[in-house]
């Protein structure tokens, strides 16, 4: 009774880890004293109810507590009702088919397990396939904030991982299947199971780790291109008053020159120091969208096509509280224009010196396309300057990441690019 107290208590420990791997997420918390006051009299009703009440009793207690434990380790981070009813419930069949398929297994080798090794290491492989087919559904379908990686390499990270408990997972069935001849109790092969288990575990924690310190990497490159694009904008700012100020001092002295060519009724050169006036007026930004940031970036950009002899065509209609960061469109759009100005540069042909960007919210959804002209001498080298090409190397990544679509045509010497991003909303100012 008391080792079946231990094997259960060692169960119970480790089903709490790995299903609080599968439900972890960031906006939640296990670790408060009503969960862990919860968890902790769940496992000691798990490990006592064997003393009390006949096997099959206690079998079922030992699922609905397991059941439980997921429900309550779901619910701490934040899930909605439904979905924890129905992960808890998957979960739960999962263990009882793995069982229920390895015992098949082991019957069908004619093997019994008789020893209190044999029966850890049956405990461990069950844990370990458990751990497998966890970490796979959660790749594949809780789609949370910390599955930063795109499905091809997502898919690579997988099969990766997953050869750490298919390793264990064989060497402890190749394990269990040596103790026919063992004695009841292996002090070396309960160590080694344990090894495999903290391997295993450990492997997919740092997995997770990993993770988090790539979106941590990523936010921070998110700050400091908004860091970077303030600073441009506050230098541009007191530019733009030191300007504001010599034009007024400047202004200030016409004016008592205009008064005096009135005066003196020499109309000509007055209109001549009014068109001069004028003129010092032109070199304002044009205003895009009310967003400062991302108004400055296209107000660059535009001096950089018409420096270039470019026609900028900018269409901006979103508003400044949508729930997609500021920070994201402005790298999108700051790369697809560089690529764009870039090509136009390159073409020779002066009638089709031009780039039509669009940036709409229209449905929840931010449509941003892009369209240019280019040299169609260069389709030869142009598969190999996009493989090398960081800048859309790094759209595709973002969009990516924010779940968005991203799709590039060529239409006779027009290169196209549309990227849609769904499920964008109003959020509120504070």
């Not at 972890?24 to 004293?33: D, F, I, M, V, Y």
């Not at 190749?174 to 288990?197: H, S």
């Not at 924690?205 to 993770?211: D, E, F, P, Q, R």
Request: net charge positive.
């Amino acid at each position: 009774m008391v080792i079946n107290a231990i094997f259960h208590l060692y169960t119970s420990v480790v089903n709490i880890v790995i299903v609080n791997y599968f439900f972890r997420q960031k906006n939640g918390q296990l670790a408060t004293p009503k969960n862990i006051g919860y968890l902790s009299f769940l496992v000691f009703i798990e490990c006592c109810t064997h003393f009390f009440v006949s096997e099959s009793y206690a079998s079922l207690i030992t699922l609905t507590c397991s059941l439980l434990t997921s429900l309550i380790i779901s619910s701490s981070y934040h899930y909605s009702m439904k979905q924890c009813i129905f992960w808890s419930v998957t979960l739960q069949s999962i263990g009882i088919l793995l069982e229920a398929s390895l015992g098949i297994i082991l019957i069908s080798l004619k093997y019994q397990i008789s020893s209190i090794s044999g029966t850890f290491l049956f405990i461990n492989l069950l844990t370990i396939s458990s751990i497998i087919i966890i970490f796979v559904l959660k790749q594949l379908f809780l789609k949370t904030t910390d599955n930063w990686l795109d499905e091809q390499t997502q898919t690579n990270w997988i099969l990766k991982l997953s050869i750490i408990p298919m390793i264990s997972l064989s060497l402890l069935l190749l394990q269990l299947l040596r103790l026919k001849e063992e004695p009841l109790f292996d002090l070396f092969t309960i160590l080694l199971t344990l090894g495999f288990i903290i391997i295993t575990i450990t492997s997919l924690y740092l997995y997770t780790y990993i993770s988090e310190q790539h979106l941590q990497m990523q936010d921070i490159n998110l700050d400091r291109v908004r860091f970077q694009s303030e600073l441009k904008h506050l230098e541009n700012v007191k530019e733009n008053q030191l300007s504001i100020r010599a034009l007024k001092h400047d202004l200030h002295n016409q004016n008592i020159v205009l008064l005096g060519l009135l005066e003196q009724k020499q109309y000509t050169k007055a209109q001549q120091l009014l068109n001069h006036n004028l003129n010092l007026l032109d070199g304002t930004d044009t205003f895009f969208t009310n967003d400062t940031i991302l108004n400055y970036l296209l107000n660059q950009k535009a001096v950089v096509a018409k420096k270039n002899g470019i026609v900028l065509d900018i269409h901006c209609l979103i508003p400044t509280n949508i729930s997609l960061k500021t920070e994201v469109i402005s790298v999108i759009i700051g790369n697809l224009l560089d690529n764009s100005i870039a090509a136009t540069i390159r073409n020779q042909n002066k009638a089709e010196k031009q780039i039509q960007l669009k940036v709409r919210l229209f449905k929840n959804q931010l449509h941003i396309d892009i369209e240019n002209f280019f040299d169609p001498k260069e389709l030869a080298s142009r598969s190999q300057r996009k493989k090398d090409g960081l800048g859309i190397k790094n759209v595709q990544k973002i969009v990516q990441q924010y779940y968005g679509l991203y799709q590039q045509t060529i239409d006779n010497n027009i290169y196209k690019v549309s990227i849609i991003f769904s499920n964008i909303v109003l959020v509120s100012q504070q």
